[in-house]
């Protein structure tokens, strides 16, 4: 919490802090990879960029000046040395407004910054996930910025998902307010039709995703032909597969949406080599996307 370790316990906000009554905290998840000894952190530059970015568009301001990303990156490290970490977890680290009675502004509020650990399990079955289309719409870019990763905004998430949940599905599937496909409750899509691999662009009313963005940099060295598009509901019932991606979602095969089989139910081909290719990363076989920091 802020620059020093706290017992979980002792790591409390005031309730009358924007945090709590507003939901005015921006995040972001990171997986710890075990390699060896070593611990290491996939894109972290990257987390760091997006938790920076969600606090301008939100407009809280003290969090760049307090924290630049070697102290940043210090404080991580200072994390997964104080836990006995043997195989990989997450680090959800959060920039709280911990101004008390501030009322409804954000510009020039205290901050504060909390880093914990947890199991790195993922969200969704990971043989293949079922999913429904929700009947909550994704939050439009003109109300609640999707490319902020604010915590108030997961109400939003927490709707499709129980939804889903409640519906016997495995995730929600948003669509943006005109009827076009987003992502899940916390994780992006991408779709193959006849070889072309396609997400939503991110104008849709997505998370820019980092995995999202990683997906797209593999398949471009794999000779796979991507596209960032607008996709319709009804491709999805005929495409040749999908697949969900995330931090806490790796790469999953999407198996079935809305009763409609995907495919013939099983991984397809490009999900297979694109989940096997990301996998050699998240076994910490490539540096290029791995920060060391114990
Ligand atoms: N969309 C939403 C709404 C999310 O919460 C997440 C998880 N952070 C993602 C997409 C995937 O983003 P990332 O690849 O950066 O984990």
């Not at 020093?4 to 990879?33: C, K």
């Not at 101004?99 to 293949?128: D, H, K, Q, W």
């Not at 915590?151 to 995730?171: E, I």
Request: aromatic share 8%; proline share 2%; net charge negative.
């Amino acid at each position: 919490m802020d620059d020093g370790i706290v017992s979980i316990n002792d790591a409390s906000l005031n309730i009358t802090s924007s945090a709590i009554l507003y939901g005015l905290s921006v995040y972001t998840v990171f997986p710890v990879l075990v390699v060896g000894g070593a611990k290491k952190i996939f894109r972290l530059q990257d987390h760091y960029d997006r938790l920076l970015k969600s606090a301008k568009i939100i407009g809280i301001d003290t969090f760049e000046k307090d924290w630049n990303f070697e102290k940043f990156k210090e404080a991580v490290s200072l994390l997964v040395k104080a836990n006995d970490i043997i195989e990989r977890v997450f680090v959800r680290a959060t920039v709280h407004v911990d101004a008390e009675v501030a009322g409804t502004l954000s510009r020039g509020l205290s901050t504060c910054l909390s880093m914990f650990v947890y199991e790195g399990a993922s969200i969704l079955p990971e043989n293949g996930a079922r999913i429904k289309t929700s009947v909550w719409r994704r939050i439009p870019d003109y109300a609640i910025p999707s490319r902020a990763k604010v915590n108030g905004a997961y109400v939003n998430s927490v709707l499709g998902k129980q939804d889903a949940l409640d519906s016997g599905y495995d995730d929600c599937l948003f669509l943006d307010v005109s009827g076009h496909v987003c992502e899940l409750s916390a994780a992006n899509i991408f779709i193959v039709r006849d070889g072309i691999l396609s997400t939503p662009h991110a104008e849709h009313d997505i998370l820019e995703g980092i995995n999202r963005k990683t997906i797209l940099e593999l398949a471009k060295d794999m000779g796979i032909p991507t596209s960032e598009r607008t996709i319709d509901l009804t491709e999805l019932y005929i495409a040749d597969e999908i697949f969900a991606c995330g931090t806490s979602a790796f790469v999953t095969p999407v198996l079935e949406v809305d009763a409609r089989k995907v495919g013939n139910a099983e991984i397809g081909t490009l999900t297979s080599e694109i989940r096997d290719r990301y996998n050699t990363i998240m076994e910490g076989e490539d540096n290029n996307y791995l920060t060391t920091v114990s």
